[in-house]
């Protein structure tokens, strides 16, 4: 700690802070531009500017700029001095010269930082009388907006999307007063992360699209805090809500989780639920039509009374896009025995070993945060910028902690990025990465290795070993013994096994690959579910567990498919798989399937035998899947904004996510929807929940593994000064005159008997508990940068600790036994590939697949050959194919992708009817007969 002097009255502050951030921290405003905790300092806008005193006894000091200058023990400042007044005074005023007076219409407006250091300086009038420097704005695709007259030149836009998040597309053109902040053209921006440009950006040069078209002023939007469905990191999020219909979405602070920032997956996906395959009533199938028809919830949930009349014949089919306590309802419906988790045996066994890796294990799972501190990382089979793009944001900060060390040894201040960059140059910490194909952190990466899923398998297990046997040992008899003992070691599980025939460039690569992790502080392994290798789940471990032997404090980081997947995974032990074996015994009328649709599962001839029209099938759902279509009758679920539940991320970590307004028509949550079924059959176990807190008991009280799940956040009962937490700001408007159509009198707010929130501006507007915090706001802090005034240290975790419990922690003392069973190297076969899944940011995943915005950037079914395999069935870029996949032909264009190995086919999962979790598989790929797409 270090004490500094802020006006003659001394202060504790951390160690290697910069002033700015420790006055912050502190709870001092001092205006700024182009400083982000996130990003460090560059100096670039003067406007943090504050007076230094060499010591007690100097009067005149002199100007500094607080982001640039260090905490450092003993350092004298002042904020108001009033000299150090006018120059924030003059910096915001000349900023000001070519600023628009256009706020009133600026969609900025409301929760502008300009507009909040305007004030916050005293600048309220402009002497400037001369026309201003204008600009033409550009396209820069459907998430983001462009207009660059408002730009005041702080370069954070380009230093996050350059600089952070790896972004070549936008940059900065011209010099002095005409610098130019977006595309060489006009164009769609390229990142995953260009959403957040509109959160960084200080006015509002770069804003949301898609709230442009229902645009809604900050404190007229309800929110609550909310979490991500749309990949299974679990970022949290603030969904915003006028006229019951969802407006946009933005970050949730939570440092262990997603920090700053989205993806754009996350940030866009939400507009889905705005959408027109919505199910906002139920819907009945008569007997003999073709198509279902609304009807009310009463003759709906009498004719699920009828279907449900004897349980013995009724299965369960779970989902791991819904939460903990709708999966947990059904399976308390059912019957434990009758409940199968709503995904494929392959898939459920790969999400079981992950979680046995993880609780068996000696190596921790890793949070967003922790990947990103991680100084030597390995990626098998992982295409992270595609399956979970946060992580790759995180695995871009990871390759600059080694080159830290450049700086320190430089004396130069971690947040002082500009110096640090320039000291480090192009220096970059280890990265290897593993995949099938091509990523876009290939430009980061020390090395990559492209190969079949099994042959990664094996480099991991190569590295695993390499780590274990540390360096090589000497040739002669000490060599033969090591062999020996290896060989007895692997047979009892107490060392990695050994990879037979493994090619000399492979194992020369799995050397350089365990030096390099062996030589770090922190080491990280990245793998997943997504090309579907249990050989590689368990090399992974392997390396990780030889890294804790090591004394090193090796990390896994699992990529898992979907926002509840390991939750599913640790409630049900059955899959479809075993769903579809029970049915065939004949015994089973009735299946309720909750919030999946089959056909992304198991594909086509399984999903049509297991909804086979000789039984009754009930469908819980927000959405009209094709599932959902062949059911007898539809119950309309709750989206995540509409409802309360928890969800478990890929770390293990349970969190909460709150009702941000209250639908309309029947739709509820489908926890609500199985009580109510379970009272049609007098089933009085369920029907004695009446609330999110009744649930969340039973779940704990019936599976251990949860029993923190109601420490998560407050019950329902919960008050601060006898109030709710207010969803809605204490400015927001016209409650009257919304529902002037339906009555001149302001209606009583809904009731909301599952959370410690209100429907209502009346209620408490101070500091909630962070599982709690609606919005953040603060006087004079109406922008995003708020947030400091939540967290224990301006870029730390919020006061009270970052939202969530982790529910898996590693084994301790335990005796590690390896995975052993390596897999044999991949051989060609003639005249067939084989097929992987390809994974795409926009497009493969579900629900964001239905938001127009995420539409438009989702590829076009294709099938990926490397060009000699394309020639080989002569076929060109475009040239019109048949795939031959697990009995069905698929017609798709050919795409050239130069780093699939020959032999490998790649085809993108979640788009144009193939379901991902059967690949990788063997096909076969013909040319057709119309030869162009």
Known sequence: MATIYIDNQPYQVGDGQNLLQACLSLGFDIPYFCWHPAMGSVGACRQCAVKQFRDENDTKGKIVMSCMTPAEDGTRISIDDPEVLDFRASIIEWLMENHPHDCPVCDEGSECHLQDMTVMTGHTYRRFRFPKRTHVNQDLGPFVTHEMNRCIQCYRCVRFYRDYAGGRDLDVFAAHNHVYFGRQTDGTLESEFAGNLVEVCPTGVFTDKTLRPHYTRKWDLQTAPSVCVHCGVGCNTIPSERYGELRRLRARHNGQVNGYFLCDRGRYGYEFMNGSRRVRQPLLRGEGQPSVEPASKEVALERVAGLLSDTARVIGIGSPRASLEANFGLRALVGEHHFYAGVSGKELGLLRTMLDILQKGPARSASLHGMGTADAVLVLGEDVTNTAPMMALALRQSVRQQPMSIADRLHISRWDDYAVR????????????????????DDVATRTYRAAPDDLARLGFAVACAVHDGPPPEKGVSGVLTSLQRGVAGLLGAAPPAVEGLPDTVRTLADTI???????????????????????????????????????????????????????????????????????????????????????????????????????????????????????????????????????????????????????????????????????????????????????????????????????????????????????HERYSGRTAMLANVTVHEPRPPDDPDSALAFTMEGYQGEPPPPLIPRFWAPGWNSPQAINKFQSEVGGPLRGGDPGRRLIEPAQGVKVTYFHRVPAATRPRRGEWLIVPIYHAFGSEELSALAPGVAMLAPRPYVGLNPEDAASVAAHEGTVVDVELDGQTHRLPVKHMPSLPQGIAAVPAGIGGIAGPLLPAWGKVRRAEETHA
């Not at 320039?422 to 952190?441: C, M, R, S, Y």
């Not at 090399?539 to 804790?548: F, S």
């Not at 009930?618 to 409802?643: M, S, Y």
Request: glycine content about 8%; hydrophobic content about 45%; overall charge negative.
């Open 422 to 441: 320039n000291a480090v140059q192009q220096e970059k910490g280890p990265l290897f990465i593993a995949t099938p194909h091509a990523t876009k952190l």
């Open 514 to 728: 365990a030096k390099a992790l062996q030589g770090a502080q922190r080491p990280l392994v990245v793998a997943g579910s997504s090309i579907g290798s249990e050989a590689l789940l368990h090399a992974a471990a392997d390396v990780a567990w030889a890294l804790c032997q090591k004394g090193r404090p090796a990390a896994l980081a699992f990529v898992v498919p979907e926002c509840n997947s390991l939750g599913l995974a640790l409630t049900g032990e059955r899959s479809l798989d075993d769903a579809l074996r029970h049915l065939r015994d004949g015994r089973i009328d009735t299946v309720v399937v909750l919030e999946n649709d089959l056909y992304r599962r198991m594909g086509v001839g399984p999903a049509d035998e297991l909804l086979d029209a000789k039984r009754h099938v009930v469908a819980i759902d927000h959405t009209l899947t094709p599932t959902a279509e062949k059911a007898e009758v539809v119950l309309p679920a709750a989206t995540f904004a509409e409802g309360d539940g928890t969800l478990v991320n890929s770390e293990g970590r349970a969190q909460r996510f709150y009702q941000v307004f209250v639908p309309g028509g029947s739709i509820q949550e489908s926890w609500r929807w199985v009580r109510d079924m379970a009272a049609t059959i007098r089933q009085t176990e369920l029907q004695d929940w009446q609330a999110l807190d009744d649930v969340v008991a039973a779940l704990a009280g019936a599976l251990p593994v949860f029993r923190q799940v109601p420490d998560i956040a407050p019950p329902a009962g919960f008050r601060v000064a006898g109030l709710k937490i207010a969803r809605q």
